[in-house]
């Protein structure tokens, strides 16, 4: 689709804006299918459109799973459920994952962008152990520093959902 006028856009941004007090209104399941053929699915955060577009971002590590899944086989769906006015969404498409190897400046942009709309503390993460990994401490990157200005770490990786069927 590709294009900021889909109808369902719309719709969507009016359940995130009537369910916009519930902190949870900004999750939603993201299933991909793996090389063995099974699926997985696992919560993640709405980050936003993409600029003038119906692409939905997503922020993730480059270590989890999802991200070989999806070089594998890179067509998604997401399915989000708004608790307060009882509407779901379920969006499928293709994901384009969004390195730092990624030869595409203006991709490469846009991740900086999506890493510096983040919070701080959200970008710490990407900074401690790899994910799916037990955690020792209750606060794990309270001890790691990170300079806000500087750009996108290693693992930091940008995901654009781009919707085929809605």
Known sequence: ?????APWKQLLLN??????????????????VGSNG?????????????????????????RTHKIEELKYCPFAEICWY?????????ISGRID?????????SKLQQREKSWFASSVRSRLQYLGPDPGLPCISEHPNQDIALDPST????AFCLLV?????V
């Open 161 to 165: 959902l781009d919707p085929d069927q």
């Open 82 to 90: 708004f608790t307060d006015s009882w509407e779901q969404f379920r």
């Open 1 to 5: 689709m590709g294009t900021a006028t």
């Open 38 to 62: 099974r699926p997985s699915n696992r919560t993640v955060v709405f980050r936003g459109f993409i600029e003038n577009s119906d692409k939905l971002q997503i922020n993730t590590d480059n």
């Open 97 to 105: 994952v969004i390195d730092g190897s990624n030869p595409d400046t």
């Open 151 to 154: 750009g996108p770490v290693a």
């Open 15 to 32: 359940a995130l804006e009537s369910n916009s007090r519930l902190k949870h209104s900004s999750y939603f399941q993201l299933a991909t």
